[in-house]
């Protein structure tokens, strides 16, 4: 990986992304190609790019509130907050769709955990085609790269394809991580057209070929969700807040 670092590095200078930014330990490339970064945020300003990214639309979400409000950009940070507004237990999520949607590739998010329960963080892909029934995830798949439901050491992988309906198939693997509730950590995904390969923190932790493996271009989502899942949100000693330092998208390059 060290002879990729002048490559990374040339790309992120190129690319305009901030300074001190830490390089991406991305997985070896087959022999003759490299890696090249092809879309990024950095998250550098005082606002959300509204360029890169959409917010989802304010409304009941599960056990909450999505509101656009609780989405914000600062400190070189994306940060969504869960809060109460009036008595509605509310946060938020924004997406690529119709921005930037892409198949195949390494996708990597650098995150700093929510702290209380009753809500989950997460970095997922989906696409139009999650609706789509006869052809397995091949149109469609949603795939997410990390949910943290838990106040501990557990991450979720996930897979969701054929619909949300009575056709609704799905697998998921829940992988620890030492440590992962404390400072940042990145969540990635190697997106091949057999295979997909999870990662954290630059190691390997479940690969899988759900669904035949997508064909088609997704977009991402960052998201903050309420609900039973993560335990009781009236527990939870609100604000708290899911950061996200970056996102990163690459894609081979060479032969």
């Known amino acids: 990986m060290k002879t990729l670092l002048p490559i990374l590095l040339l790309a992120l200078s190129a690319a305009s992304a901030k300074g001190g ?25 005082d606002q959300v790019d509204e360029t890169k990214w959409s917010y989802r639309p304010d409304g009941k979400r599960k056990g909450g509130w999505w509101n656009k409000k609780a989405v914000s950009v600062g400190d070189g940070h994306l940060v969504i907050r869960t809060y109460m507004d009036g008595d509605k237990p509310t946060d938020g999520c924004v997406t690529t769709q119709g921005k ?34 006869g052809d397995a995830g091949r149109d469609g798949t949603e795939i997410d790269i990390m949910e943290k439901p838990w106040l501990d050491d557990r991450v979720q ?39 997909y390969v999870f990662y954290i923190d630059g190691k390997e ?51």
Not at 110 to 117: A, I, W
Not at 178 to 183: A, C, F, K, N, R
């Open 205 to 255: 932790t479940w690969r899988s070929k759900a669904g035949g493996v997508c064909q088609v271009p997704q977009y991402m989502l960052l998201s903050d969700e309420i609900g039973s899942w993560a335990g009781d949100i009236a527990e939870a000693k609100l604000p708290d807040q899911f950061l996200v330092d970056y996102v990163r998208v690459y894609d081979l390059e060479g032969e």
């Open 21 to 45: 930014q830490p390089a991406d330990d991305l997985p070896s490339p087959p022999a003759g190609q490299t890696w090249k970064l092809v879309w990024h945020d950095e998250f550098d300003g």
């Open 100 to 133: 930037f949607e892409h198949a195949f590739g390494y996708y990597v998010a650098r995150t700093k955990l929510q702290k209380e329960p009753g809500h989950w963080s997460a970095f997922w892909i989906n696409g139009s085609g999650i609706g789509k029934v």
């Open 157 to 195: 992988h996930a897979f969701h394809w054929d619909g949300y309906g009575k056709d609704h198939q799905s697998e998921g693997k829940v992988v620890r991580v030492p440590g992962v509730m404390e400072g940042w950590h990145t969540f990635g995904l190697l997106w091949m057209p057999d295979e």
